[in-house]
Every structure is written in structure tokens, then in C-alpha cells.
């Protein structure tokens, strides 16, 4: 594992446990085994070490859901939580830490949710035959965020019963 990799999973599973504001940057150099000044060297800057922290977040996630059904994307989201865990999203997270004011960090999460909302459309589309429903779309968006936020209390039980939920939107719209 190169250095810049071994910095951001690093910072990704301190960011993810701790936050972004409580994760200092000597912190980060301790557990990814390096001085601060490679830190530096390879990271430029705590927020752009945050950006990058995302950016590999999402190019994992992006492979989780590359699924073609409702009942799979929430499978995926069930599969995720099992090996991530569940502590909300780190996504918004970040963007609620930083207040939305960090330009390369707000528009990474926009990035994000813009990409998610899409592929739902996709999926949307694919499940009702060829038919655009933004409504339905953003509702199976609200039930698969929703059920991020609340894994974090209520555990993974609270995905199966979004999954139920969108399969019965889909159901529904099909009819």
C-alpha cells in the first residue's frame, strides 16, 4: 500500500469513529505511522485530505450499489452497513461539521447525493418499465437516507424495513 492510501484509510476510519473537527492532525500522523511532515507532503491540507477521504468513499460506495433493482440497492446499503458499520453517513457528516461553508468539501458531498439520486432514477426507471417518476425517485432517495440515519440507533432493521417500503412504491407504480 503506497503512502497516500495508507494516509486516507487511515484518516477514513478516524474520521469515521471520531469526526472531522475532533481528528486532529497529530492524531492521523499516529495512526497512519508517519511524520507530520509527509502527512503534509502527501495530504496538502486537513480539508483536502477530507476531500480525498470522500472521494474514496464514494468510489466505494459508487461499486456497492451497481445493482439494477430497489430490493438490491437496499441490500447493498444492508451489506454495507455490516462491513462499514453504521454511524450515519460520513458524507453528510462532513458536510455538517463544516457548516457547508468548505467549497471542495460541500461540493463533494453534492457531488455525492447527486450521483446517488441519479442511479435511484436509473433504478426507478429500469423497475416501472421504461417510465421517468422523479417523485417516486425522491421517495425511495428519503426511505434509503432515512434508513442510513436510522441504522445508527436502530440498527440494520431499520434498512429491511425502507427495502419494504420501496419495493411496495414500486409495486405500487407499476400498477
Same mark, same amino acid.
Given at each position: =500500500?503506497?503512502?497516500?492510501? #495508507? ?11 471520531? &469526526? !472531522?473537527?475532533?481528528?486532529? =492532525?497529530? #492524531?492521523?500522523? /499516529?495512526?497512519a505511522? =508517519? ?10 491540507? #486537513?480539508?483536502?485530505l477530507?476531500?480525498? *477521504? ?8 459508487? /461499486? ?9 440497492? !437496499?441490500? @447493498?446499503?444492508?451489506?454495507? *452497513?455490516?462491513?462499514?458499520? +453504521? ?11 463544516? &457548516? &457547508?461553508? %468548505? ?11 447527486? +450521483?446517488?439520486?441519479?442511479?435511484i ?21 428519503i ?7 436510522? @441504522?445508527?440507533?436502530?440498527? @440494520?432493521?431499520?434498512? %429491511?424495513?425502507a427495502?419494504?417500503?420501496?419495493? @411496495?412504491?414500486? /409495486? /405500487?407504480?407499476?400498477?
Amino acid at each position: =500500500m503506497d503512502t497516500k492510501t #495508507k494516509l486516507i484509510s487511515a484518516a477514513e476510519l478516524l474520521f469515521d469513529r471520531h &469526526g !472531522f473537527t475532533a481528528t486532529g =492532525m497529530d #492524531k492521523l500522523t /499516529q495512526a497512519a505511522g =508517519m511524520s507530520s511532515r509527509t502527512l503534509y507532503k502527501h495530504a496538502g491540507s #486537513k480539508t483536502a485530505l477530507i476531500t480525498d *477521504v470522500l472521494a474514496e468513499r464514494h468510489r466505494r460506495f459508487q /461499486q456497492r450499489i451497481e445493482v439494477e433493482s430497489v430490493e438490491a440497492l !437496499f441490500c @447493498a446499503l444492508e451489506e454495507w *452497513v455490516r462491513i462499514e458499520g +453504521s454511524r450515519g453517513c460520513l458524507f453528510l457528516r462532513a458536510y455538517g461539521e463544516t &457548516g &457547508g461553508d %468548505t467549497p471542495e468539501i460541500a461540493n463533494a458531498v453534492l457531488a455525492h447525493k447527486a +450521483s446517488l439520486y441519479e442511479k435511484i432514477q436509473a433504478i426507478v426507471f429500469l423497475e416501472t418499465g421504461g417510465k421517468h417518476n422523479p417523485e417516486l425517485a425522491e421517495q425511495i432517495l428519503i426511505l434509503f437516507e432515512g434508513a442510513t440515519a436510522a @441504522a445508527v440507533y436502530r440498527g @440494520a432493521e431499520s434498512i %429491511t424495513s425502507a427495502r419494504i417500503a420501496a419495493s @411496495a412504491l414500486i /409495486q /405500487q407504480a407499476r400498477t
